[in-house]
């Protein structure tokens, strides 16, 4: 399960503890206070965002690292980066829902926009928020985030290794397309147990990356299973599954070897930036034909 799915479990189990009966979440709409904090946010507004927050009982924060944070460090958090540079502030929900009449649950990811030296970045948040309201006044009572990221975040949970593929054809259909479009071909080793996994397919899936997979590459997921499925063909091609997944192999068009990760290079992909994915890339695209 991805990591933003665990944090709405936690959500709802620390909000549904009501003399309110919790009916079936329905999908909500448009959350204005969700408005305003991205605006406080963008502001880089300490006092607007700390007055959001509830004061009794005492909000649950969590960290990145599981642990109960305070409202002054997670207020801290989005402040800082207005002195970073930042630029925007976009806010994607992922999924909203309304386990009961007075609370909200919001799960979104946040793109923040930060210029330095004439030069943008973008970084990506994962929170997920729990709001309560008091009269007309709508508070945060939970929240759980993810640190940022330099690529975004998945935010479901794809079927990228299905079981019953066939690994050994898709990888000889992958070379047979490769041959007759001078590509090259990637074969990806992970499961979709594995979070970096799908941190790396989202980035091959950007609008920064994905022109240079689709220039240059046919792309193969093989299913590793629990560390027990398509071994054979990690050892084939020289990928040591034991450093970590996702793991790559790259083949020319005619099928043959070369290259293959051994250092773990792609295991830890949610640190990693899109430059790190596109010199990747760029190292390995097929040379350009002359002439």
Excluded at 43 to 56: I, K, N, W
Excluded at 114 to 124: D, I, L, R
Excluded at 237 to 248: E, Q, S, T
Aim: with cysteine; hydrophobic share 45%; net charge negative.
């Amino acid at each position: 399960m991805c990591r933003f799915l665990v944090g709405v479990s936690l959500v709802l189990i620390a909000l549904s503890s009501s003399e309110t009966a919790v009916g079936q979440a329905a999908q909500a709409e448009s959350f204005a206070p969700l408005e305003q904090w991205r605006l406080a946010v963008a502001r880089g507004d300490a006092p607007a965002l700390a007055q959001m927050f509830v004061t009794s009982p005492q909000p649950q924060i969590k960290g990145v690292d599981g642990k109960a944070a305070t409202v002054q460090s997670e207020v801290s958090f989005w402040t800082a980066w207005k002195s970073k540079g930042l630029t925007d502030v976009r806010v994607e929900v992922a999924q909203e829902q309304v386990p009961q009449p007075n609370a909200h649950v919001v799960v979104a990811q946040v793109t923040l926009t930060v210029k330095t030296e004439g030069a943008a970045k973008e970084y990506y948040v994962v929170i997920a928020q729990g709001w309560v309201q008091t009269g007309d006044i709508w508070r945060i009572a939970y929240v759980q985030r993810q640190d940022a990221a330099r690529l975004r975040q998945p935010l479901e949970q794809k079927d990228l290794y299905p079981a019953s593929a066939d690994a050994k054809k898709e990888i000889a259909d992958a070379i047979r397309a490769a041959t007759e479009t001078h590509k090259r071909v990637l074969v990806v080793f992970g499961g979709n147990w594995c979070y970096d996994c799908h941190v790396l397919d989202e980035a091959f899936h950007s609008p920064e990356i994905s022109p240079a997979v689709e220039k240059s590459f046919e792309v193969v997921h093989v299913d590793i299973g629990q560390m027990d499925k398509n071994l054979e063909i990690a050892k084939q091609y020289d990928v040591p599954l034991d450093r970590g997944v996702p793991a790559i192999a790259v083949l020319e068009g005619d099928g043959k070897l070369l290259f293959s990760q051994k250092r773990g290079e792609f295991e830890a992909a949610r640190s990693m930036a899109p430059e790190d994915i596109l010199d990747f890339l760029n190292q390995w695209k097929p040379a350009t034909t002359k002439n």
